[in-house]
């Protein structure tokens, strides 16, 4: 059972105003969006699976596709076998590929897999224009869709890591890219403290581990205007920070020394100086940009060395509440982080190292008061949090029930979404989770400190 | 810095009325227990290391002195080869050891490091004596003094690991067992949750991850009367539990499945029957002892079982802040898990299953109201918590800011001591710390409810 | 320097009489040979690489024309990235794509390889037109030639190994198959033994390693009429072959357990009964086949068990040297071993089981005198022989000395071609050589015995 | 059934005139020695074991024990635990502790291994004195001898590397060393090849493995006057043949740079000098000793680079036919190769470096003909030649004919004994084998090369 039945019919989350979108037209541009993503891979690029937590773009397409099927439609299967190839992790669906043998997969090929698609597809569209769906079904195709979104980013993040790592380093496509330019200076907005409300209200859609909202107490605090920037990141690596254990985590430590760490990932050395590939291929780093594919372990270090520490998820997300629901997402189409915008107050400042800033910050707050940049949008932010089940937790039913709970061990929360992730799909309340050791999503850093 | 230092003279916690014990006379007791508890093993058995967590005997006795020499004394070096081969993690003193190889090191040999501890033992019995040292020495002895009974039970537990995994498992020293019972009733107690405080008070001797005390809010919750028996274990057993993915965490489920658990660490399937190696050898499980050697993710997985789940420590510790500091630790030399005393009103119910009695709980609370058995003592109880910094978290100076929170990744909180932690150490605020996947030290599982 | 120069100019074995190809007239047959290999093969199947040892085709097609270009043509390169790209395992001739990697080349697409194959096809040919070849490097295009045919066969390996692990296990393609029969009876050639002289004449194409021709003292022996067949693997299965050390080499037998090895590879348990995976599909395992994917450690424990053991190379070539060199190659487009043929007298004796053939043979010799089926084609027959230097051994000069020398160790030889080799690819001489674990390869066995 | 059964009562290789020892005082003195040569280790240094292939000193004290016990006794065992721990690898006898967990077994004690030693010793006297071993028996007495002495030689090679890849890297005693020197020039002796016996003779004592005798056609070759020194290693250092892969068996180059090959085993890189670690302690690198713990992928590489080759095992046994059997072996008490002996005429020619030497070797062979110095003792010397069954090969019956067979894949023969070698325990028919990629066996390299 979905929580969204639990609570209110199944409808995207909106801003107010903003109209409603009927169902299937939703439903046809999220699953054209999907495909569309696709299309700059060649059909090798489908197929390969470069690591164990990155997925084959046909895997992607397929499952999916799956999805709908297997947890929306009754009746005849398009094909038994998909049952075992494309369930990702539902143990009470019943067996399935191996995560790690994903990218074996070379038949059934491309072609089929997009009729596959066709197919699924024609057929929640005729249940929807039946009106042969009841609630629970409805709230399952709503779930469906927001599925579908995870995957959309997983799509590009995948395929990054895919061209990213190869030898040629191909583009995924040609994208915008601006000039090089210093970032905005980094200030802070302090918090009192209190008990404060966080995770999702019960009307709307949301998925079951943001439930149910409850209250927290938070300490006096302040967190940061912007996420770091490549500059800070320049400034940790010239002054040893991957060369000194004192900053890092035990587990960090050993993991950077084991797979010889000395920059984010994606990273080039390149003559002294430091390149970058993204999916729109190699180039200087500019240092304005917001810093991304760091692990959590490079977070943490590179907070404790400039005299901060990660946000909680709660203080993230209470000083998120108030901030508008908009960013860069996918739909802007740069597919990389940007640069913080930068006030006519902050220019005055600019040139300022970070570990100024901060300092400058510290008794008179920030510039800009209550501004916080970047929340949403362009990196998802590390925060300290553990992911844990909030207090009253429950697991959907079912099988569904195996959609997050089962996860909670062994990763942290991510806050805000990302350059990658589609728009609408994120709330304040949302949660993304990951293991210490990732740098493969589009993460970044917010600082915080205590009071 | 010591955080003692930040505070309060270096001192044990007292209770009222306890008499206050010279420092020299509590240096050589703790010294001379930890040589006590290396008796009853052969000289053979100091030195090998039965796995990368455990570390040999010989190792300990020769690092824990070492502790002493590096933060307490100053001057020459008893063998300047110590400082390699005996610093555990330090980072900031030097290169070392690495821990897997602990079991490696058959010189120097046994009577070398008695020597050793000799040694050092008289030089600060002297400087004490000589009142040499400082109030900052005086802090690093009293945490070394802390540190001591860590390794003190570690010693317990390692060696447990080395006789009870080698062919003949043979027993440690003969040891006191009681008749098998059935086990107290599993009751619960009620807590209207709020803001609670939690951590350490400023004054007395506690860990830096203790600190700083600060207020927590918690949500209306139950907690259980005492911990899960064998007799809990041997139904999830029986009822198919370690073979029924839906109770699992992810990552506790490809770790069974991988290891093939079927049972606590330490029991042997014999003939349809369940045994179990403990520190006086093998004998059959009694169903009425609190069981232990649980990983978290056995723990949570029996927990979901019954319809329940862990506390967090802010519960644990809010529940625990009433109970008298007393248990069964090591000072009892039972060195295994007692039943739960079972009371007058309790002996009516006994014989009902463990899920009965959680469904009459529900209603009616536990039937002793306010009695939590062996909060402390016995075993140490699994939290869901994450091993995470307190708000506002000062970690101790210098190369001692390493001995706790660079471990605050990956770990989970465990609280309130066990049969094999020196009677003493242990306070209401104390947080052990281990990986989901530790199962060689004395864990256990108290259940809560969420109100 | 190829051995080709050393001795004679750059050609073909012939059998006499067989008219003299031209050189461009082969080198384009060859060339659109492997093209034409591939062509069942989806675009996906053509990059994915299944375990470290099988390459994608995609990467057998750039490789082999890589070996042209850099080993025959002087001159710009087609794209300077394809010698990091598409060299080997050719150290002198610099770095390269680990042999891990080489299924995460999703870029160059095939469009661009085949392209590449164009381009440097047209370059040979023109070189070819105007003679501008010297013997050095017509001798270095002969040995490419030989090389594209070995390339052939592993494309068909490969390929297999991918299709058939796969969950789908699709067929490469369509291919005839007979009805089940029992196989030709097990009968013996004995020899005198006395010197023999093995390896490759002077004159004509080897390869160094089958150089040079050199004297070898032969014990008496006696070699089987043909090699083992399905029937002879399910009596060793059927009687625990599989399960009893005592037939096993040490190495072996560790990885049979570590592998859970229970048949031969590709073989597939089905309700009691046994069916294989060939290229055409799944069907049931036909007793009269030969056997094949099956391990050295396999051969030789099915050898030990029918009291018999692998010939040496030497004896494997003297029993060859009067053969004629026909055989089932790849051109029988069957693509698996097909029965040996079974004789008049032979039909007398059928229905024996193999260990009753093995006795009755061994006062009379065989049934047949001197004939010795499948010794070419079919599958490739382990030798007890370790993969060593022939007395004299002089490798190519240059980069390609690595073609052969550096695998020197760890290897067994393996003679005779398998029915998925070129034919004329093979000589008496052939020395082909793979690890003593290697099951993916068309491997069978022929049994020996000392007299 | 020993091989001994078949041909002759048991009884050790004499020369000519040596004079008959009783066999209960052979048994004695073999048995005490083995417990002389564990004398030096410390108790702690009985127990570890340091890697998987080097087996704690006790092991070996039991292991040997219960050969005896296993083997020759009849009636109730001393423990029947005792066959699981230490039985080494006879599948037939049961199931064993796994090689890798010999270093877990800190129980039962050494007091109790050394009253297992005596116990059997005593039941062995007795059966001896009683006349009641048959013939079987006794032979299979003779066989635990000769094992006895085997591992009487890895008792110093395991604990060497116990002792010596620790940190404090302590001396197993103190042991003569004599002042370095230059090493004897290299010389060659040429042989005519043709067919040559090798193996043992029907009668007296040798393992399974050295039979039958038998011819063998060598071809024209010559053979060094004495093994590699360590000038030549260091020339081979200084000249980069560790980093140069055209040198190297592929397998080799494979290992030693995921190893970080650049020196042989024990030593150790001081200040741009070299030092080594023997069983007497860390000296310098003496240029004229006997170079030692080389694998045989080094031992490949510095022939290439000399421009040789490793002798097969039957050119070597052909040169040692003639050889008086004499050399270091471990009864020296230096358990360190020593330089080879320098005649007058070689002193002219000192200082020469070795490929010089070769070089003038080339045309009149070497100078002082047909003298091999230090073919038995000193190191064993690698070989060419997998090792494999002899034609004709019959394994031992029963348990015991796992004991040399079952090892013929994967490994090389090593030939002559080293200094770490009891006397009196070689032959020049013994085969010795290792994995090409041992180190830790006092394993040397002869030279050998065509005509």
Partial sequence: MLSVQRSAPAEPAREPGEP??????????????????????????HVVQPMPDASPAKWHLAHTTWFFEAFVLDGARFDPAFEFLFNSYYEAVGPRVPRTRRGMLT???????HAYRAAIDHRIARA????????????????????????????????????GTQPLAPAYRDLPRGAPAAPAPLGWRSEPGGIVEIGAPRAGFAFDNERPRHGVLLPPYRIASRPIANAEVLAFIAEGGYRDPRLWLSDGWQLAQAERWEAPLYWIARDGDHALYDLAGVRTVDPGETACHLSLYEADAIARWLGARLPTEAEWEHGAASAPLTGHFADTDRLHPE????????????????????ARGNPGGMTTPGRLAQLFGDV???????????????????AL??????????QYVLRGGSCLTPAGHIRPSYRNFFPASARWQMTGVRLAQDL
């Fill in 20 to 45: 409603r979108v009927p169902l299937l037209e939703r439903f046809t541009g999220m699953r054209d969006r999907t495909v569309a993503l696709c299309a700059p891979l060649s059909r090798e690029d």
């Fill in 107 to 113: 038949r059934p090929g491309l072609d089929r897999i």
């Fill in 128 to 163: 929807l224009g039946d009106g042969a769906l009841d609630d629970a079904a409805l709230a399952r195709l709503e779930l469906g869709l927001h599925h579908e979104q995870q995957h959309q980013e997983l799509i590009l993040t995948d395929a990054k890591y895919l061209l």
């Fill in 339 to 358: 640069r913080a915008p930068v006030t006519e107050g902050e220019r005055a400042s600019a040139g300022e190292g970070p570990r100024t800033a901060l």
């Fill in 380 to 398: 998802w932010e590390w925060t300290q949090s553990s992911y844990a089940a909030y207090p009253g937790f429950q697991p959907l039913g079912g």
């Fill in 401 to 410: 029930g195996e959609y997050n709970g089962k996860f909670m061990s062994g």
